[in-house]
């Protein structure tokens, strides 16, 4: 898995031209882009060890930081492949509260985020 990670995060530096990341994920992509990556980083399977490579990649490419903080946040906290597991040891109530309680988070850490990497750039 770890090597189908980085040959992915490779090809990722390869294959997406840089003004397509840029207008879609980069840091002028703003508010877009930190919401496109929440959805990205909600709907992303695996683990840290698929994650964290893709998101490298990614950022060696011209991906924002905030639009980053946000996939790995929402990655973190909503990862919908994980939601039948946690439906089915904690219950569909628990599950429910805990996406409820945890909606907002993603994109105000992706905006935080890219707030403190403008103002310390």
């Given at each position: 898995m770890l090597i189908f990670a980085?040959?992915?995060a490779?090809?990722?530096?390869?294959?997406?031209?840089t003004?397509?990341?840029?207008?879609?994920?980069?840091?002028?992509?703003?508010?877009?882009?930190?919401?496109?990556g929440?959805?990205a980083?909600s709907?992303s399977?695996g683990?840290p060890?698929?994650?964290?490579p893709?998101?490298?990649?990614?950022?060696?490419?011209?991906?924002g930081?905030?639009?980053m903080?946000?996939?790995?946040?929402?990655?973190?906290?909503?990862?919908?492949?994980?939601?039948?597991?946690?439906?089915?040891i904690?219950?569909w109530?628990?599950?429910y509260?805990?996406?409820?309680?945890?909606?907002f988070?993603?994109p105000?850490a992706?905006?935080i985020?890219?707030?403190?990497?403008n103002?310390?750039?």
């Amino acid at each position: 898995m770890l090597i189908f990670a980085f040959t992915v995060a490779g090809m990722i530096q390869v294959l997406i031209p840089t003004e397509f990341l840029s207008k879609w994920v980069g840091a002028e992509s703003g508010m877009k882009g930190i919401f496109l990556g929440t959805i990205a980083g909600s709907l992303s399977p695996g683990g840290p060890y698929v994650n964290l490579p893709i998101v490298a990649g990614l950022l060696k490419s011209g991906a924002g930081v905030g639009t980053m903080v946000a996939f790995l946040t929402a990655w973190s906290l909503w990862a919908v492949a994980r939601l039948p597991m946690d439906i089915g040891i904690v219950g569909w109530k628990f599950t429910y509260i805990r996406l409820l309680s945890t909606f907002f988070f993603p994109p105000i850490a992706g905006f935080i985020a890219q707030k403190i990497f403008n103002f310390i750039k």
